[in-house]
Structures are given as structure tokens and as C-alpha cells.
């Protein structure tokens, strides 16, 4: 009897030896998924970080840059313009972010801001200068952001981030 029953556990035996490797396989599998998935929103969180960050840099850089820095001396570049603005944005950009893929809109004194009247009339024969001290200017930046492993999203994720400051210079 015995002998029959070590024949039946060693049959047993040999008929799950290949269970161990699907089970690995399967897990592996999910591990995986779940390891790109945890790289790719890590990589889609970075992206969104510098358009957030250098959305509020630019605008910051814009208004120390009005169209008084240049009678001072203090700004050596002279007024900034939405060119100036959007080139500052591309020089900022760091590794792994695509430049090709980012926009940037410049609004001075955006509707509805509350500013001066310079900024939209002339005061004593001076203006409208929309860049003026006072006035408002507003960058948004925009990221088209390709996730690493087309699995999670095959589509591009619009990132946009939007800055308001006043002009101070």
C-alpha cells in the first residue's frame, strides 16, 4: 500500500512542476505593469512640475522686465517681449522634456485684469503701453507629454500651467 500511494504522490508531483512557472509568469506580469505604470505617471508628474515651475519663473522674469527696466539700466535686454518671454521658456527646459513640444501664450494686461490706465489709454500723451509698471502680464505654458510606455495612454496628455503677476519694473 504504500507503495502505491508514493507512486501517486510522485505522480502528483510531476503533474505540477510546470504550476510554479505559470504562477511566476502571471505575477511577473502584473509586476511589471504596475512598475512602468508607477515610471510613467513619475515621468508625466516631472513634466508637469517644470511647465508648472517655469510658467511662474517666466511671468516672474516678465515683470522685472516692463518697458521701464531699460531707462534705469537695470535690465540689460530691454523690455520683454512675448518672443523674449517664449525663448526664456525654451532655455529653462530640463532632461527629458522634448522642447518641440512646448507652447508658451503671453497676455499682457489679459481682459478683465484690473490695471492702470496706461495700460489701455494714453496718459499725458504716454502710452497705451501694455508692458507698463502696474499692468498686468500672464503666461501659460503648454506641455504635450507622451507617455514612455503606450500602454497606459497611446493619445498625448495636454499639461498646461498659467501665471499671473503685476509688473513691477
Known amino acids: ?9 510522485s505522480s502528483r508531483r510531476k503533474k505540477e512542476k510546470g504550476s510554479t512557472l505559470v504562477e511566476f509568469a502571471i505575477v511577473v506580469i502584473l509586476l511589471l505593469t504596475m512598475f512602468f505604470g508607477i515610471a510613467g505617471f513619475g515621468h508625466a508628474l516631472y513634466a508637469y512640475h517644470f511647465v508648472s515651475n517655469v510658467a511662474r519663473e517666466a511671468t516672474r522674469w516678465a515683470i522685472v522686465n516692463g518697458s ?9 535686454s530691454g523690455p520683454a517681449s512675448p518672443t523674449d518671454i517664449d525663448t526664456y521658456v525654451k532655455n529653462h527646459v530640463p532632461p527629458g522634456i522634448d522642447t518641440s513640444k512646448i507652447s508658451t501664450v503671453v497676455a499682457f494686461s489679459p481682459p478683465g485684469a484690473n490695471d492702470p490706465a496706461i495700460c489701455t489709454t494714453a496718459v499725458n500723451g504716454i502710452g497705451p503701453t501694455d508692458d507698463a509698471p502696474g499692468c498686468t502680464v500672464e503666461v501659460t505654458v503648454n506641455y504635450s507629454f507622451n507617455f514612455i510606455f503606450p500602454f497606459i495612454r497611446s493619445t498625448a496628455l495636454p499639461l498646461s500651467s498659467t501665471s499671473e503677476m503685476i509688473i513691477a519694473h
Open 68 to 76: 521701464t527696466c531699460g531707462t534705469d539700466g537695470s535690465c540689460p
Open 1 to 9: 500500500m504504500r507503495r502505491g500511494q508514493k507512486t501517486t504522490r
